[in-house]
């Protein structure tokens, strides 16, 4: 009989959550010597579609990866069973452990494309394996941060909360998406183990079935208060949204005469604009301002916007599906790629898939406050400009971490700081700006010079 | 100092990857005695965009969480901590196990809106609080076995490997995409931690990152087929690609020397479908028809297609992106819904999303070995039509897992099967075809009899 496996990724097997060729490719560097110092970029090439900036996310989950990276005499023996490497290597990977040099553009940073997010030192083989876990923990997060962003943006500072757990793609991305979208400024989940996990502060209402499973609405209303006095939030659509908001009047005013509040009610079908404002006028003519409303069901930024432009009286959003799988750019291109060897800087030039060369830096130039252009320049080059503030800290060296990190609060409070920078103009979520971003003069000239000697090596060819 | 934290999901902790009010409700349900036995259906309400067809996937991690869902210590201690719970609730949860009854239309069935999917059988506790997971888990690998089949379809054969884990959702959705592209016809994957887990076949080629490492490419080359002689698939673009299937003749030729047999080269940008037919020429006119053509860079079945119907000569296709985020239909919108408790069957019927009441069996009607429509009746309800099967199948009772799982390969091999049924209109990849599901007799009859009541009801109120 097959035993039920659900498959969960533990500290112990990570190593294996990478593309086979990473392993194959390292085997043949290792049974070469060819373990070099290298520096490769994680950078994602173009903005994607519907996108005005990015938002760093994912920083702290490389780290842990990189920090703990070891191959478990399970995964061996498994590589092992491939028939494929050698067994050199694989006594080799038995004391494998990450040794480089880490600098990241830090969780919620905003940045944009051709930005390196993530530059890595170290030796081939140790740079070359980490590549496909790296990109797959940075690609989610930082998308579901750009995402959120918006939706953020779109709620003009009344509350989001992430209700996407039921759609997200699998149990690890129901935690990366409550986590990437409280640093993007969400104040909760619904993830409750996303709340153990990270601390994130975690929120619920009630189900349609709860109340169903009641002879009537106020049966249930009156239940539910009952036993949590201070956190409900009544769904009033069950049956009639407006009768609904009757109902939790008359619960609320019972609640008062207990010396209670009652915390909120939500909105989850219909003409929302038009019912908010009904049930407001309901609970404000009873006396009940301080009754909070909740809406949900298939929201994103462009309905947020809309309800908005409506006068629409929501204190809180409940957003699940559109913000968990960032549904109109559902994955971010982040590549990783090799900038420099024992050989020094290299490029790749590939079907126009230009690559910068060297160790990078990039600065932001301020003024007023306000983000002017970025600067992508060599490391050691100084850009002429005054107001200007590097992206790319030094997080890790020879392995180990070497940077205080900051709290997830601390995060998403960094990343509220950032907004504040962020011109007006990118924070419009139905309009596409471009951000500007220079190449600085000497990481120019050192581009365009390996573009020439590539195409006088082509030609010799 | 803050300590990096990836956030694993485990068997300990994975009772807290649902949404918060789940157990909110639960603790209610506990306080008032309310756990009656339920029914409840997980179900797709509508055909996602871009889908004639569903692929059931998932069925085997619901299993493994039903059968070992716990609440541990550290899990009840978080939740204590939340100062939400009764503490009665809370010393409940110690000694919680699923207890129900559980149908399911197999991993491989295809499957289409408003069919029960998982039909739970449950005291209303248990019932509820599992809904979140069930969800999480079903959706993300039914949408990406739907979609992968689509990919299949179009290769015609060509065996179709999974290349996304850089781009997938996070770490587990990595694993599940390997998992549920392979169950809809994929031959393997590049997720090694797949390979060690489900037993999925693992592949994977070479990146431009290798190639450029060598002084040249034919150096690249030599080393690697020497370093892995019975399993090299050599790209061939890191500089031209044509120049680069020149090179792999040369060292193909030298294998043959050696006794060996150069197993591929690999096209990753440019003009697939031209340069295909030039490299298979360059390869034949060197007598090596046995060395295949891989084709991978932003694939999907629309591009597949196209290059089927230019007749690109390509053996193999790397899917990557487009395949593991379901880029043009991201998320299943699967529900979870009461359908029958100790008041008998129940109906939901606001904002038009009506919900079929009772325990339910779907019948499946063949004709010449072809499904000609799906009938959903009542549990004890038979249909007219003789050539039937029945989707639903019994799998756990008392909390226990009763039927014998199928390994990976024979559900795949159920879902090949199960192509072969499916009426041909509904393999068009760009046509939106509708396939017939009824409702029986019985159900319709009793559902409208709900209805009826449901608005006499409401008249009433």
């Given amino acids: ?8 990724v533990t500290e112990d097997n990570m190593c294996l959550l990478t593309d086979l060729y990473e392993l194959t490719m390292a085997d043949s560097y290792f049974r070469r010597g060819k373990n070099q110092l290298t520096t490769f970029d994680l950078f994602v090439r173009s903005m994607p579609e519907h996108r005005n900036f990015l938002v760093s996310a994912g920083i702290e989950q490389i780290l842990f990866y990189l920090e703990r990276l070891h191959f478990s005499k399970e995964c061996i023996d498994y590589l092992r069973s491939l028939k494929l490497f050698s067994s050199e290597f694989l006594e080799f990977l038995k004391d494998f452990r990450f040794s480089g040099e880490v600098y990241v553009i ?27 876990f790296l990109l797959n923990t940075f690609n989610f997060q930082s998308a579901i941060a750009s995402k959120a962003a918006r939706v953020v943006i779109a709620a003009q500072g009344r509350g989001v909360v992430d209700f996407s757990p039921r759609r997200d793609h699998g149990s690890d991305a129901a935690l990366k998406v409550a986590r990437a979208s409280y640093i993007a400024g969400c104040i909760g989940t619904s993830c409750t183990l996303a709340g153990m996990i990270y601390g994130i502060p975690v929120y619920g209402t009630m189900a ?31 049956y009639e949204t407006l009768q609904g908001a009757r109902h939790a009047v008359i619960v609320a005013k019972e609640m008062e005469k207990r010396g209670q509040r009652l915390r909120g009610v939500r909105l989850d079908s219909g003409d929302i604009a038009e019912l908010s404002k009904q049930v407001r006028k309901i609970l404000d003519d009873a006396g009940l301002k301080y009754v909070k409303i ?29 913000m968990g799988v960032s549904k109109d750019a559902p994955a971010l291109g982040g590549v990783y790629k090799l900038s420099e060897d024992d050989r020094g800087p290299r490029i790749k030039l590939s079907s126009g898939k230009v690559t910068l060369p060297g160790k ?20 050691d080059e100084k850009p002429e400009e005054k107001e200007v503030y590097p992206l790319l800290i030094k997080v890790m060296e020879k392995g180990k971490i070497i940077e205080e990190l900051p709290s997830l609060k601390k995060i998403q409070e960094k990343f509220m700081e950032r907004l504040d920078m962020l011109p007006d103009e990118l924070k419009e979520i139905e309009e596409l700006k471009e951000y500007p971003v220079e190449i600085g003069k000497e990481l120019s000239a050192l581009t365009e010079k390996l573009i020439a000697e590539y195409y006088k090596l082509e030609m010799s060819i």
């Fill in 1 to 8: 009989m097959v035993k039920p496996t659900y498959g969960f």
């Fill in 106 to 132: 830090p969780e919620g940073e905003i940045y944009f494309p051709r930005e390196p997010v993530v530059r890595i030192t170290a030796p081939r083989i140790e740079a070359q394996i980490i590549e496909t």
């Fill in 208 to 238: 349609h079935s709860y109340v169903m499973s009641f002879p009537t609405e106020l049966d249930a209303f009156r239940a539910f208060v009952e036993d949590f006095p201070n956190n409900s939030i009544l769904l009033i659509d069950t």
């Fill in 294 to 322: 909740l809406a949900s069901g298939d929201l994103n930024e462009y309905k947020i916007k809309d309800l908005l432009e409506k006068k629409a009286p929501i204190d809180f959003f409940g957003v699940g599906t559109e």
């Fill in 360 to 379: 990078k830096q990039v600065y932001r130039v301020i003024k007023n406050g306000k983000m002017v252009k970025d600067i992508i320049t060599l490391e």
